[in-house]
């Protein structure tokens, strides 16, 4: 993982195919919640790396983080790696000053909402101050994907780059994202929720990915439809809440039919298969009934 998101960082860095960079073509980058800085440590080898600022609001994880910046200097020179790596303890950008250069921002390990406080807070929404910084690379669990999506369309940043990967069982969606001379942007449910990019993949771990997607979705409508049918049955049923749930049902039934879409079956194909189902089910149920009658009656 820290391999693809050095990787999407960097894309492009020293070649023309990023506007940011100093003079010399070297680009300042933050950690944000950092861990163990190893991805830090792993970018500051890297010609096109002028620094990384490694970030972390735990004083425990620095103190693992400070080690290994030791190990790292004892392996490539310490001194080379104390120019390049600056160890912070403070909550996301906060630990950068407002003045302070900064180019490429990656965020990992925490979740979307997480994320989104950071970068809001940092002043890299759309009416954010922070100027300078032109890439965000963002790592967040794949159930928080088309929240990332959705908050970088509306503040100003465009998807470059998307790709999965999995770690302890766990899959991650890396989102490499460049400032938007344009503005904000709406992305349809279909990006939204799997990628304008990953859409148009068709590997295993996309179907997957998908097919998670799918299971999630199917899973939170049954909660919100039973909690739909729970408003209706009170006494006194509140109108805006229950109005707020079909809203709510309905947002799922939307991104159900995107998903199943994705994986080549309409609506009406998946309403049929149902029924089929439910007619087989009812079926087999009619057959046992009647061959239970016919065996009591056979032994009056």
């Known amino acids: 993982r820290f391999d693809a998101l050095a990787t999407f960082a960097l894309a492009g860095v020293g070649g023309g195919g990023f506007a940011g960079g100093g003079a010399g073509g070297g680009v ?4 944000v919640c950092c861990g163990h800085a190893l991805l830090a440590l792993g970018m500051c080898e890297r010609e096109e790396v002028e620094k990384v600022i490694a970030i972390d609001r735990s004083e425990l994880e620095l103190v693992v983080a400070r080690q290994n910046v030791r190990r790292g200097g004892e392996v490539v020179g310490e001194a080379a790696v104390s120019a390049r790596v600056a160890l912070r303890e403070g ?3 906060a630990a950068i000053e407002p003045n302070e250069r900064l180019d490429i921002v990656v965020i990992a390990g925490v979740g979307g909402n997480t994320m989104t406080r950071i970068l809001t807070d940092g002043g890299l929404a759309l009416d954010g101050v922070r100027q300078g ?3 965000l690379v963002l790592n967040p669990p794949a159930k928080d994907a088309a929240q990332m999506r959705r908050w970088c369309a ?3 940043w465009e998807i470059t ?3 999965l990967v999995v770690e302890n069982g766990t899959m991650h969606v890396i989102l490499c994202v460049d400032r938007n001379s344009s503005g904000a942007c709406e992305l349809s449910m279909r990006d939204e929720i799997i990628g304008p990019l990953l859409s148009k993949q068709s590997s295993d771990l996309v179907k997957l990915y998908i097919k998670k997607r799918l299971e999630w979705v199917r899973e939170v409508r049954r909660q919100a439809s039973q909690n739909l049918q729970r408003l209706k049955r009170q ?3 509140d109108a805006m809440a229950i109005a707020e749930g079909e809203i709510t049902v309905k947002h799922y039934d939307d991104m159900e039919e995107v998903l199943l879409d994705a994986m080549g079956i309409s609506i009406e194909d998946q309403k049929r298969r149902v029924e089929e189902q439910f007619q087989e089910s009812m079926k087999r149920g009619f057959q046992g009934f009647v061959e239970g009658d016919r065996e009591l009656r056979d032994g009056e």
């Open 28 to 31: 300042v980058v933050a950690d």
């Open 91 to 93: 909550d996301g950008l």
């Open 133 to 135: 910084v032109m890439r």
């Open 154 to 156: 509306a503040n100003g």
């Open 161 to 163: 780059n998307e790709s």
């Open 235 to 237: 006494a006194t049923p």
